[in-house]
């Protein structure tokens, strides 16, 4: 079972993240946890313990709760699928990073709605929340049925804390995976390698690490070319994933470009 958390907002991007996510539920074995952090406002938490304190932190619970049964009646979501939602009063990133870090999950999933100006996502991606996601994490950009995975990698990311939680993931979810050994060139068109036809060290290293790591594939592929062209040969896909290291960051490494440019939803294997 794939352990899940998922943040919830009483906007469009929850929505999606929500219908996504529970679509998911449908196809695979997958427990769905609703988190939904309440703003005190600008003064914070009242001081104190007494009757006015729990009144007010009661209201303010109360007030989340509504918010966001209101966003599942919408989705006409059951709850036996997702949970019930456990709202928190304080500061979003410090109590999702608490409940990410206590709780007993696998992934994390969040909303993120697609736009042309790629620099929403990189400002996500750098925010403290998702740079102290103890999890995996998948934001989701546009509701796509999640019926597939493709896995990108580079030269240089750390296979072995990747696999064993890779191989979690896909033998859980059944997923159909694509991995492409990408070379980020600028190029006018893509170039693509069978493993016949490639005699890279970085290739036959991956491929044996899923191997060892009883991580199951469709295909497994080299590709030369620029993000551009692969997020355009990628297209729409359930899930596109890649790891990513506080090194990958700038804007202008190459999995970070790539990723921005995916309308997927994308997953981030922190490293």
């Not at 449908?26 to 007494?50: C, I, Q, W, Y």
């Not at 709780?103 to 790629?118: K, P, Q």
């Not at 994490?137 to 240089?156: A, C, D, R, Y």
């Amino acid at each position: 079972m794939i352990r899940t958390l998922i943040t919830l907002d009483k906007d469009l991007a929850s929505s999606i993240a929500l219908r996504y996510a529970c679509n998911a539920v449908r196809n695979f074995d997958m427990a769905l946890s609703a988190l939904h952090v309440e703003d005190p406002g600008p003064k914070g938490r009242l001081p104190g313990t007494g009757w006015v304190q729990r009144s007010w932190e009661t209201a303010l619970e109360e007030d989340g709760r509504q918010k966001i049964k209101a966003l599942i009646d919408m989705e006409n979501i059951k709850f036996p699928a997702l949970g019930l939602p456990k709202i928190r009063i304080g500061d979003k990133t410090e109590e999702t990073l608490l409940e990410a870090h206590t709780g007993n999950y696998d992934i994390f999933v969040e909303g993120l709605l697609a736009t042309d100006n790629t620099a929403d996502f990189h400002q996500a991606v750098k925010s403290q929340l998702l740079r102290k996601m103890p999890l995996p994490s998948i934001l989701v950009k546009n509701l796509i049925p999640l019926e597939s995975m493709v896995l990108v990698l580079t030269q240089g990311h750390d296979l072995g804390l990747l696999m064993p939680v890779l191989s979690y993931f896909i033998t859980q979810s059944g997923l159909p995976l694509k991995v492409f050994i990408w070379h980020p060139h600028h190029i006018k068109a893509l170039e693509f390698k069978s493993a016949q036809e490639n005699a890279n060290a970085f290739f036959t290293q991956v491929e044996d690490s899923l191997k060892n790591a009883n991580c199951p594939y469709t295909a497994i592929q080299a590709v030369t070319g620029p993000a551009t062209l692969l997020a355009k040969e990628l297209g729409p896909c359930g899930l596109v994933a890649s790891v990513i290291g506080h090194k990958d960051l700038a804007e202008d490494q190459p999995c970070m470009e790539l990723l921005a440019r995916m309308e997927s939803p994308v997953m981030m294997f922190w490293q």
